[in-house]
């Protein structure tokens, strides 16, 4: 059942019911309890509606936080791996990618962080509900995995090229999420900014990865 189904549900239980007693059926047709079944149904709407935007406004924070948590992690991967490729070119383009999560992170950190910057305060602003936590930590295991995997077989610049062209179309996907989700603008040219930077890097990637295969 939908919000509409059930307010229109709501909105029927409050229609006057006949009645034998000529004293009840004038009143449930009178002006007071039209005013006061009115104000029921404005209340109770009100609360639905205040329930949906605080809702969605939780989905947008933690959203942001997953967005701002992904971008820090692919950044510590590509610092622990990137000295370790054979390719010139793959470490240009790495150098590029860090350098665009690096600000975008300062700048998701600076968004989401109280003004007071208290330290557990920062903490618990740049952290995502336990779920979105719990997921972000298997991706990085999984590519931690399969990198480190790739570096012991001898094919670690195909490899990182096609995890990275991969994590890159994530992190584009969530900003396009993020952005249809939030109506605030700061953020909105926070997220702008990051997917115009990715796109070119992503594409020099995935052109690598191509010509590799």
């Known amino acids: ?82 000295k370790s490729l054979k390719s010139s070119r793959l470490r240009a383009l790495s150098l590029s990618l860090s350098s665009v999560l690096t600000n975008t992170t300062r700048d998701l950190s600076n968004y989401l962080t109280p003004e007071d910057g208290k330290s557990k305060d920062k903490k618990n602003a740049l952290t995502p509900n336990e779920k979105l936590t719990t997921s972000e930590n298997e991706l990085l295991e999984n590519l931690n995995t399969a990198l480190t995997n790739a570096r012991l077989n001898g094919i670690l ?41 990715l796109q070119p890097i992503h594409q020099s990637f995935s052109e690598y990865s191509e010509a590799e295969t």
């Open 1 to 82: 059942m939908d919000n509409f189904e059930y307010l229109n549900q709501i909105a029927q239980s409050t229609h006057p019911q006949k009645s034998k007693s000529s004293d009840s059926s004038s009143f449930l047709r009178g002006p007071i309890f039209k005013i006061a079944a009115g104000g029921i149904i404005l209340f109770l709407l009100l609360m639905i509606i205040g329930g949906l935007i605080g809702n969605a406004k939780g989905k947008s924070s933690d959203l942001t936080k997953q967005l701002y948590v992904r971008s820090n992690n692919l950044n510590s991967v590509i610092d622990t791996n990137s």
């Open 157 to 197: 610049d195909r490899t990182y090229s096609n995890q990275i062209t991969l994590q890159i179309s994530l992190l584009m996907s969530l900003t396009t999420e993020l952005y249809a989700r939030t109506k605030d603008e700061k953020l909105q040219e926070i997220l702008v900014n990051f997917y115009n930077n």
